[in-house]
């Protein structure tokens, strides 16, 4: 059964500033890797989706990366805004058609 | 934006009162999923289908179910409501095959 982590809870973070969220996951045979942005009171925008024969995705300031062998998953994002305050949540299936795992989020806070 | 639309957006009911909860989606995707989300436990999986009149359970289904009569639509039913199902309820859709999946706005339920 897959199960993903995401840590820190909270983190806090100077305008302008390079940034890294973490993800782990137990099941290594990962189908794809899928990260979430959340909004206070709203639902779940897609950011980025990563397939297991891919290394990394990019989307603007955020870049993805996924690592099989270690069971890690990272988001880049560069030169932070004060609007990129909100959660971010990542999620995995265990196979192709099997439903996403959540992990519980990161809630990020860029202070101006 | 997915053409995903959770009806109603809001909802307080009163304990022991059946509630049924609608997803309806124009993209005509395979795969429809129930989720809750709680404090402290995130986003978790309540039931999902994976075709018309095709569905199944997830982690947290007790007391919660589902039909799927047309592809576009996919109700949760809460047979009789109870305090502990008070959330916020998102539906998400998918072509599966590890392809994104895409989030409605939720709705927030609230048993009194």
């Known amino acids: 059964k897959q199960e993903v982590t995401q840590i820190p809870a909270a983190l806090s973070v100077p305008e302008g500033e390079n940034l890294v969220l973490n993800c782990s996951f137990t099941?290594?045979?990962?189908?794809?890797l899928q990260w979430f942005r959340q909004d206070p009171g709203k639902g779940l925008t897609s950011l980025l989706l990563i397939q297991s024969s891919q290394r990394e995705q990019t989307s603007g300031r955020l870049n993805a990366s996924l690592d099989k062998s270690s069971g890690r998953s990272t988001l880049y994002i560069a030169a932070s805004q004060p609007g990129d305050s909100a959660t971010y949540l990542c999620?995995?299936?265990?196979?192709?058609?099997?439903?996403?795992?959540f992990g519980k989020g990161t809630r990020l806070s860029v202070i101006a | 934006d997915a053409g995903i639309t959770q009806s109603p957006r809001h909802k307080v009911t009163e304990t022991g009162t059946p509630v049924t909860l609608r997803c309806h989606q124009t993209e005509n995707h395979r795969y429809m999923y129930w989720y809750r989300q709680d404090p402290g436990h995130g986003l978790r999986l309540i039931h999902y289908s994976y075709g018309v009149k095709d569905t199944d359970k997830g982690e947290v289904s007790d007391g919660y179910s589902v039909s799927r009569s047309k592809t576009e639509d996919f109700l949760l039913t809460l047979e009789s409501a109870t305090s502990s199902q008070t959330s916020v309820y998102f539906c998400?859709?998918?072509?599966?095959?590890?392809?994104?999946?895409?989030f409605g706005q939720g709705t927030r339920l609230t048993v009194v």
């Open positions: 998400a859709i998918s072509e599966g095959g590890g392809a994104e999946a895409f």
């Open positions: 099941d290594s045979a990962i189908y794809n």
């Open positions: 999620a995995a299936p265990s196979s192709g058609n099997t439903p996403l795992v």
